[in-house]
């Protein structure tokens, strides 16, 4: 299989040869359609002249036709019955036919060049044959003859032919050196690229490629590093995600492992084996919990149509998250205000419920007994903004970027023995993306966190 240095080098050389050829031919056409016919009459004018002058200057005819012939012209000269003179350079070829030479005796112009017949890569313009000449009658001596001429292209273009030949030589032998260097120019950062896939094939992402191009192929370096950095940091996802899996899963399976081990022995009092049905019975819990986490974002993942879009009204929903929660809320002895608009979204009711579930709980479960959470909606500009702020302890500004990755917790001592996942708070921004919203997060360490959410107002 060729490359593709040597492909495109093949390409632009074969424009160059091509390009060459078609030029070659277009002018060869115009040549034939306007330059030729011009050629013939202007020769034919000169002829003329040169008739006039012999006939009214016979002594002087010999002398004027060889001046005429060091003007670079070929000049022939015959009766017709074997008397022939040539001045100048002889012609290439004779090939002038009989009754060609008689009409021109007979007084007839011959119009050699315009009648020369034409080729598709033979211009008639170099072609030093006497049939290539415009021919008159001339009266000398009291007979009649025939003068050919033509213009002698060796002798009127003989150094500036030679410079045209070595001009487009020499210019069709840089374009190629050109073309080879150019392509390989080209080339290279693709060569480049080709090398660094390979390389994050085998797992290797640290790239580095020319960006300073300013052209695609600087785009595309630069677009291809992006690209590298991002499959380096979803690696590491992956693998932190695989782990932190692992670990969620590991611990109730653990606890459910051991306690059901303990409550094989007979002995165990009622009262401890409850205790342990009941421990059981919230890993059990918690695994199930998580299994739905992840089948949820794995939903939200791959499936762009798991959204069941329709009419959602914003205030009663969120009115509906206050009561589910309100037993929470009395328990901490906790402040609620809701001030919300009327506003309708279309949008997944479940999943939307879904987040307004996890923030408020967030809320609730990091504000202190006796604190405010607060819930606020309205609509601007075509979208809504929902807020649920609270006055708890707050998040650090270097965790803060952090709270929405997957398995990332927050207060790791604290939620140690609980039954979070740190799986909600990524829930709740992919199901936002997916309502193409945006959610974002502001707190201050000791004063509270709020979080606001953007959708498309209906």
């Given at each position: 299989?060729?490359?593709?240095?040597?492909?495109?080098?093949?390409?632009?050389?074969?424009?160059?040869?091509?390009?060459?050829?078609?030029?070659?031919?277009?002018?060869?056409?115009?040549?034939?359609?306007?330059?030729?016919?011009?050629?013939?009459?202007?020769?034919?004018?000169?002829?003329?002249?040169?008739?006039?002058?012999?006939?009214?200057?016979?002594?002087?005819?010999?002398?004027?036709?060889?001046?005429?012939?060091?003007?670079?012209?070929?000049?022939?000269?015959?009766?017709?019955?074997?008397?022939?003179?040539?001045?100048?350079?002889?012609?290439?070829?004779?090939?002038?036919?009989?009754?060609?030479?008689?009409?021109?005796?007979?007084?007839?112009?011959?119009?050699?060049?315009?009648?020369?017949?034409?080729?598709?890569?033979?211009?008639?313009?170099?072609?030093?044959?006497?049939?290539?000449?415009?021919?008159?009658?001339?009266?000398?001596?009291?007979?009649?003859?025939?003068?050919?001429?033509?213009?002698?292209?060796?002798?009127?273009?003989?150094?500036?032919?030679?410079?045209?030949?070595?001009?487009?030589?020499?210019?069709?032998?840089?374009?190629?050196?050109?073309?080879?260097?150019?392509?390989?120019?080209?080339?290279?950062?693709?060569?480049?690229?080709?090398?660094?896939?390979?390389?994050?094939?085998?797992?290797?992402?640290?790239?580095?490629?020319?960006?300073?191009?300013?052209?695609?192929?600087?785009?595309?370096?630069?677009?291809?590093?992006?690209?590298?950095?991002?499959?380096?940091?979803?690696?590491?996802?992956?693998?932190?995600?695989?782990?932190?899996?692992?670990?969620?899963?590991?611990?109730?399976?653990?606890?459910?492992?051991?306690?059901?081990?303990?409550?094989?022995?007979?002995?165990?009092?009622?009262?401890?084996?409850?205790?342990?049905?009941?421990?059981?019975?919230?890993?059990?819990?918690?695994?199930?919990?998580?299994?739905?986490?992840?089948?949820?974002?794995?939903?939200?993942?791959?499936?762009?149509?798991?959204?069941?879009?329709?009419?959602?009204?914003?205030?009663?929903?969120?009115?509906?998250?206050?009561?589910?929660?309100?037993?929470?809320?009395?328990?901490?002895?906790?402040?609620?205000?809701?001030?919300?608009?009327?506003?309708?979204?279309m949008a997944d009711a479940n999943l939307l419920?879904?987040?307004?579930?996890?923030?408020?709980?967030?809320?609730?479960?990091y504000t202190p007994a006796g604190g405010t959470?607060?819930?606020?909606?309205?609509?601007?500009?075509?979208?809504?903004?929902?807020?649920?702020?609270?006055?708890?302890?707050?998040?650090?500004?270097?965790?803060?970027?952090?709270?929405?990755?997957?398995?990332?917790?927050?207060?790791?001592?604290?939620?140690?023995?609980?039954?979070?996942?740190?799986?909600?708070?990524?829930?709740a921004q992919k199901i936002v993306m997916a309502?193409?919203?945006?959610?974002?997060?502001?707190?201050?360490?000791?004063?509270?966190?709020?979080?606001?959410?953007?959708?498309?107002?209906?």
């Amino acid at each position: 299989m060729k490359s593709m240095y040597i492909r495109m080098c093949l390409l632009f050389c074969s424009m160059i040869v091509m390009s060459s050829v078609l030029g070659f031919l277009v002018s060869n056409l115009y040549y034939q359609a306007r330059i030729k016919p011009q050629n013939d009459a202007k020769l034919t004018k000169m002829a003329i002249g040169m008739q006039q002058f012999i006939q009214d200057h016979p002594d002087s005819a010999g002398e004027y036709l060889l001046s005429t012939a060091s003007l670079g012209y070929k000049l022939y000269l015959t009766n017709g019955a074997g008397e022939e003179r040539f001045y100048g350079l002889p012609f290439r070829k004779n090939d002038l036919p009989a009754d060609k030479l008689q009409l021109v005796l007979d007084g007839t112009i011959y119009h050699g060049v315009a009648d020369f017949p034409g080729s598709a890569f033979i211009t008639g313009f170099f072609d030093n044959q006497l049939s290539n000449s415009v021919g008159v009658p001339v009266q000398l001596d009291g007979q009649t003859y025939a003068l050919f001429m033509r213009p002698d292209a060796q002798v009127q273009f003989g150094e500036l032919r030679l410079f045209f030949a070595m001009l487009i030589g020499f210019s069709i032998l840089f374009s190629l050196w050109f073309v080879v260097v150019a392509v390989l120019h080209v080339v290279k950062p693709i060569t480049r690229l080709t090398a660094a896939t390979q390389r994050i094939s085998k797992g290797r992402y640290d790239i580095r490629l020319n960006t300073r191009r300013r052209d695609e192929l600087g785009q595309l370096a630069s677009h291809f590093m992006l690209m590298s950095r991002e499959l380096e940091r979803t690696n590491r996802a992956r693998q932190e995600f695989v782990a932190n899996v692992s670990h969620e899963i590991e611990s109730p399976l653990t606890s459910i492992q051991g306690f059901a081990h303990a409550l094989k022995d007979s002995a165990l009092p009622d009262s401890q084996r409850l205790e342990y049905l009941s421990i059981i019975d919230q890993e059990s819990r918690r695994l199930s919990m998580l299994s739905k986490q992840l089948l949820t974002l794995s939903t939200l993942d791959y499936d762009e149509n798991a959204l069941q879009r329709e009419r959602v009204d914003l205030r009663a929903q969120l009115r509906q998250v206050i009561q589910t929660m309100e037993w929470r809320l009395t328990e901490k002895e906790l402040a609620v205000r809701l001030h919300a608009e009327e506003i309708t979204v279309m949008a997944d009711a479940n999943l939307l419920h879904q987040v307004w579930m996890n923030l408020v709980s967030n809320a609730i479960k990091y504000t202190p007994a006796g604190g405010t959470i607060s819930l606020s909606a309205s609509a601007a500009d075509g979208s809504c903004t929902v807020t649920v702020a609270d006055t708890g302890e707050g998040i650090s500004a270097d965790e803060l970027p952090m709270i929405f990755d997957r398995f990332y917790k927050v207060d790791k001592a604290r939620t140690a023995g609980s039954n979070s996942s740190g799986l909600g708070l990524s829930i709740a921004q992919k199901i936002v993306m997916a309502h193409n919203g945006t959610i974002e997060a502001a707190s201050t360490v000791g004063e509270g966190t709020s979080f606001t959410v953007t959708l498309p107002h209906l």
